[in-house]
């Protein structure tokens, strides 16, 4: 069954009280698809710093209509959805774009060059290797 408002209340407090044996705050960023879990997180703490992952362009377009589009500190969209316009909205919007999963290093540093702040890979060998050369090569 689907979460209920309950089911978000309840995560975001067992989540929260994990991270109050952690590290400081400021260096942990709670990201989800669920927008209602965000919601939840943000209601309960004000300064946890939170991202919401996207699977398409057209999450992207309605973000201004979940509770939490304005406290965003970054999104994370599927790899494909990120083009220039993307990111210049993004920036505009004042959001780091980390972007998942992307094994393939030529699109990784495709995404680098537009400016993702990071990206998420099952392959930081082959990955990590092409964004290093990207560098040395600039």
């Known amino acids: 069954k689907p979460p209920g408002p309950g089911d978000h209340e309840d995560a975001a407090d ?14 942990i960023l709670v990201s989800s698809f ?22 398409s362009l057209d999450e992207f377009n309605h973000l201004e209509e979940e509770e939490v589009s304005g406290e965003l500190a970054a999104v994370h969209p599927h790899h494909g ?9 993004a920036e505009q919007e004042g959001l780091a774009v980390v972007t998942w999963t992307v ?15 990071a990206v998420i890979t099952n392959r930081p060998d082959l990955v990590g290797d092409r964004l290093l050369n990207d560098l040395v090569e600039d």
């Open 81 to 89: 959805v990120v083009d220039a316009r993307f990111m210049k909205r």
């Open 14 to 27: 067992l989540l929260l009280g994990a991270l109050e044996a952690s590290r400081p705050r400021e260096s």
């Open 34 to 55: 669920d927008p209602a879990f965000l919601a939840a997180l943000r209601r309960r703490d004000a300064g946890v710093l939170l991202g919401r992952l996207l699977t």
């Open 103 to 117: 094994d393939d290093p030529a699109e990784a540093s495709r995404l680098v060059r537009l400016g993702a702040s």
